[in-house]
Nanobody
Framework: QVQLVESGGGSVQAGGSLTLSCAVT????????LAWFRQAPGKGRESVAC????????YYAELGKGRFTISQDSAKNTVYLRMHSLKPEGTAMYYC????????????WGQGTQVTVSS
Protein backbone atom coordinates (compact mmCIF):
# COMPACT_ATOMS: atom_id res chain seq x y z
CA GLN A 1 0.00 0.00 0.00
CA VAL A 2 0.91 3.63 -0.40
CA GLN A 3 0.10 6.32 2.14
CA LEU A 4 0.26 10.03 1.46
CA VAL A 5 0.04 12.67 4.19
CA GLU A 6 -0.23 16.33 3.29
CA SER A 7 0.74 19.18 5.59
CA GLY A 8 1.54 22.87 5.47
CA GLY A 9 -1.88 24.30 4.77
CA GLY A 10 -3.28 27.24 6.67
CA SER A 11 -4.65 30.73 6.38
CA VAL A 12 -2.80 33.40 4.46
CA GLN A 13 -3.60 36.82 3.10
CA ALA A 14 -3.80 37.44 -0.61
CA GLY A 15 -0.35 37.93 -2.04
CA GLY A 16 1.20 35.62 0.53
CA SER A 17 3.03 32.33 0.13
CA LEU A 18 2.71 28.80 1.43
CA THR A 19 4.61 25.59 0.89
CA LEU A 20 2.70 22.34 1.12
CA SER A 21 4.36 19.01 1.81
CA CYS A 22 3.26 15.48 1.02
CA ALA A 23 5.08 12.66 2.76
CA VAL A 24 4.79 9.29 1.05
CA THR A 25 5.26 5.99 2.85
CA UNK A 26 4.67 2.34 2.13
CA UNK A 27 5.29 0.67 -1.21
CA UNK A 28 6.96 3.61 -2.90
CA UNK A 29 7.99 1.42 -5.83
CA UNK A 30 4.33 1.27 -6.84
CA UNK A 31 4.21 4.73 -8.37
CA UNK A 32 6.20 6.88 -10.75
CA UNK A 33 4.24 10.10 -10.60
CA LEU A 34 3.30 12.45 -7.78
CA ALA A 35 0.83 15.25 -8.33
CA TRP A 36 -1.00 18.04 -6.59
CA PHE A 37 -4.67 18.81 -7.02
CA ARG A 38 -7.09 21.17 -5.39
CA GLN A 39 -10.81 21.29 -4.86
CA ALA A 40 -12.68 24.40 -3.80
CA PRO A 41 -16.09 24.21 -2.13
CA GLY A 42 -18.77 23.44 -4.69
CA LYS A 43 -16.27 22.93 -7.48
CA GLY A 44 -14.65 20.00 -9.17
CA ARG A 45 -11.13 18.77 -8.71
CA GLU A 46 -8.45 20.73 -10.53
CA SER A 47 -5.00 19.55 -11.48
CA VAL A 48 -2.15 21.79 -10.36
CA ALA A 49 1.25 20.17 -10.98
CA CYS A 50 2.85 16.77 -11.48
CA UNK A 51 6.34 15.39 -10.97
CA UNK A 52 7.88 12.19 -12.26
CA UNK A 53 9.77 10.47 -9.48
CA UNK A 54 12.57 8.95 -11.53
CA UNK A 55 14.02 12.06 -13.13
CA UNK A 56 12.09 14.86 -11.43
CA UNK A 57 10.52 15.98 -14.67
CA UNK A 58 7.59 18.31 -13.99
CA TYR A 59 4.40 19.34 -15.71
CA TYR A 60 2.03 22.13 -14.79
CA ALA A 61 -1.64 22.40 -15.53
CA GLU A 62 -2.73 25.81 -16.70
CA LEU A 63 -3.69 27.04 -13.24
CA GLY A 64 -0.37 25.91 -11.82
CA LYS A 65 1.82 27.82 -14.23
CA GLY A 66 3.65 30.83 -12.93
CA ARG A 67 2.81 30.91 -9.22
CA PHE A 68 3.23 27.25 -8.23
CA THR A 69 6.37 25.13 -8.09
CA ILE A 70 6.41 21.38 -7.54
CA SER A 71 9.55 19.69 -6.28
CA GLN A 72 10.50 16.44 -4.63
CA ASP A 73 13.03 15.15 -2.14
CA SER A 74 13.58 11.55 -3.08
CA ALA A 75 15.56 10.79 0.06
CA LYS A 76 12.59 11.84 2.19
CA ASN A 77 9.94 10.52 -0.20
CA THR A 78 8.32 13.91 -0.01
CA VAL A 79 6.85 16.13 -2.68
CA TYR A 80 6.33 19.85 -2.17
CA LEU A 81 4.13 22.52 -3.68
CA ARG A 82 5.39 26.04 -3.24
CA MET A 83 2.74 28.65 -3.85
CA HIS A 84 3.26 32.39 -4.03
CA SER A 85 1.20 35.44 -4.85
CA LEU A 86 -1.82 33.56 -3.61
CA LYS A 87 -5.29 34.77 -4.55
CA PRO A 88 -8.61 34.30 -2.71
CA GLU A 89 -9.74 31.90 -5.45
CA GLY A 90 -6.90 29.67 -4.34
CA THR A 91 -8.93 28.78 -1.23
CA ALA A 92 -9.38 25.04 -1.49
CA MET A 93 -8.46 21.67 -0.11
CA TYR A 94 -5.15 20.64 -1.64
CA TYR A 95 -4.46 16.98 -2.21
CA CYS A 96 -1.47 15.02 -3.37
CA UNK A 97 -1.78 11.78 -5.29
CA UNK A 98 0.49 9.06 -6.60
CA UNK A 99 0.08 6.95 -9.70
CA UNK A 100 2.18 4.26 -11.37
CA UNK A 101 1.62 5.23 -14.98
CA UNK A 102 -0.04 8.58 -15.51
CA UNK A 103 0.87 12.13 -14.66
CA UNK A 104 -2.17 13.44 -12.74
CA UNK A 105 -3.27 9.89 -12.17
CA UNK A 106 -5.00 9.24 -8.85
CA UNK A 107 -4.34 5.68 -7.85
CA UNK A 108 -3.45 6.73 -4.31
CA TRP A 109 -4.77 9.80 -2.50
CA GLY A 110 -3.92 11.74 0.61
CA GLN A 111 -6.45 13.30 2.99
CA GLY A 112 -5.72 16.84 1.92
CA THR A 113 -4.66 20.04 3.61
CA GLN A 114 -6.81 23.17 3.69
CA VAL A 115 -5.55 26.45 2.28
CA THR A 116 -7.55 29.60 2.93
CA VAL A 117 -6.62 32.84 1.22
CA SER A 118 -8.26 35.99 2.56
CA SER A 119 -8.56 39.24 0.68
Amino acid sequence: QVQLVESGGGSVQAGGSLTLSCAVTGDTYKFNYLAWFRQAPGKGRESVACSRTGDGDTYYAELGKGRFTISQDSAKNTVYLRMHSLKPEGTAMYYCAADPTVCFGVRYWGQGTQVTVSS
